[in-house]
């Protein structure tokens, strides 16, 4: 069946509708009326990151973690009863934080999420199509989702995709953007595993060095004893929440261990169910980069195992996979009206990219697909990686055509923003 991913364009307006109006109407009336509306949930989780570098600034940090005060702090300068937050990050993300502390919300709202879209849209840049750019991630609802909650998945995605992608040729620069990535430690695992099998000492140096660096500045700079009460108290809090989770909370965690909660089961048969899907992505990812591979395809099946290797995941975190999914999509021809593009590959990459609205939706209902949908991903995409020519046929046929720009991207996977 002729099938491509520029056909399905049309759920952007779909998933644009879907999260800007429908789930927010269905949201609002179903759960707290529609008298309870207020714009303050919007981006109302990024309140927390603002609150954050105001406390770093002054030198109190140390009560972030202090759960009691920090949850009714965000209580009274969101919205009464808005639902549950808590402090969960790393010092190290503090100094991400702290040039936020001296604006107002609506500026340093607008410079966090439009950093982090600028960044994400930047390590993808592509010559063969560079306008779809826009409306790919503008459109994408995990963009959206982000944009809602005001939270830092398309951030996290910019960093790991722009180290995949340096890897091959700038090994020191790729090092210090995965090291970045541990200032959310759920999408840090597979990181070193990684570097190990990639066997780069240059990047793995790198990287350690750069993890050192965020926490001595965060020892330094917001309490030297801050990183004792991370670990004291954090650890037991998340497993308290993810085990006492229910409702709407467990609808937002895509992940083999949310979806088993979601269905009723109990945390400890959530771990059960997630540990197959961790062994299977630590797996995964050691083959990949055991050898020389294609790097696009190889970069987007890594990224998928980011997704499915930690039970901690959210569906703010699919912003990871946009830069690798709109770069496979543009060199494959998934955008491409006249490629016959597999069936099921258009179909399952578009269901992932789908992903943060329908999880929702089909949870609630009974159907958390998230860690199928991504499991089935990742299998298609290694298919095309071991078939026979894989990749590497769609970039012959478009060089022997005179689609050079095709090939010389190919062999610079890649030095970002070439022109």
Not at 67 to 92: I, K, L, M, T
């Amino acid at each position: 069946m002729f099938v491509s991913f520029a056909r399905l364009q049309i759920y952007f307006i779909v998933a644009l509708l879907l999260v800007a109006v429908v789930y927010p109407i269905y949201l609002f009336g179903s759960v707290m009326g529609l008298d309870g509306f207020d714009l303050r949930r919007v981006g109302g989780d990024f309140y927390q990151f603002l609150l954050a570098s105001r406390m770093a600034v002054s030198g109190q940090a140390a009560q972030l973690y202090d759960f009691g005060w920090f949850y009714g702090e965000v209580q009274r300068n969101v919205v009464a009863g808005s639902g549950f937050y808590a402090w969960v990050h790393p010092p190290s993300l503090l100094v991400f934080l702290v040039p936020l502390s001296g604006l107002t919300y609506l500026q340093a709202y607008g410079l966090w999420m439009g950093s982090a879209a600028a960044l994400s849209i930047f390590v993808s840049f592509s010559r063969k199509a560079p306008i779809r750019a826009f409306t790919f991630f503008i459109f994408a609802p995990a963009t959206l989702v982000n944009l809602f909650y005001g939270q830092s998945g398309m951030l996290a995605g910019g960093l790991l995709y722009g180290g995949l992608r340096l890897m091959d040729r700038h090994p020191a620069w790729a090092g210090v953007l995965l090291g970045f990535v541990s200032i959310k430690p759920e999408l840090f695992m597979l990181i070193p595993i990684i570097l190990i099998a990639y066997r780069s000492i240059i990047a793995l140096c790198a990287c350690v060095v750069t993890v050192a660096f965020l926490v001595d500045a965060s020892a330094v700079f917001f309490g030297s004893g801050l990183w004792w009460i991370y670990l004291e108290t954090v650890p037991s809090l998340l497993t308290t929440v993810m085990d006492q989770g229910e409702g709407n909370f467990l609808y937002l965690i895509p992940s083999a261990f949310g979806a088993a909660r979601a269905l009723g089961f109990s945390a400890t048969a959530g771990y059960m169910v997630q540990l197959p899907f961790t062994i299977l992505a630590f797996v995964v990812t050691f083959w990949l980069f055991m050898r020389e591979r294609e790097p696009v395809a190889r970069n987007l099946a890594v990224t998928l195992c980011v997704l499915l290797a930690t039970p901690f995941l959210f569906l703010w975190d699919y912003a990871v996979l946009s830069p690798a999914l709109y770069l496979y999509a543009t060199r494959t021809g998934l955008f491409d009206e006249d490629v016959d593009s597999p069936y099921m590959e258009s179909i399952l990459l578009f269901a992932v990219y789908l992903l943060p609205i329908i999880n929702i939706a089909l949870a609630a209902h009974g159907f958390p697909v998230g860690p199928v949908f991504t499991a089935l991903a990742l299998i298609v995409v290694i298919a095309r990686m071991a078939g026979a020519g894989g990749l590497q046929t769609s970039v012959d046929e478009k060089t022997e055509q005179g689609d050079k720009s095709v090939s010389d991207e190919r062999e610079s996977d890649e030095g970002l923003g070439t022109t």
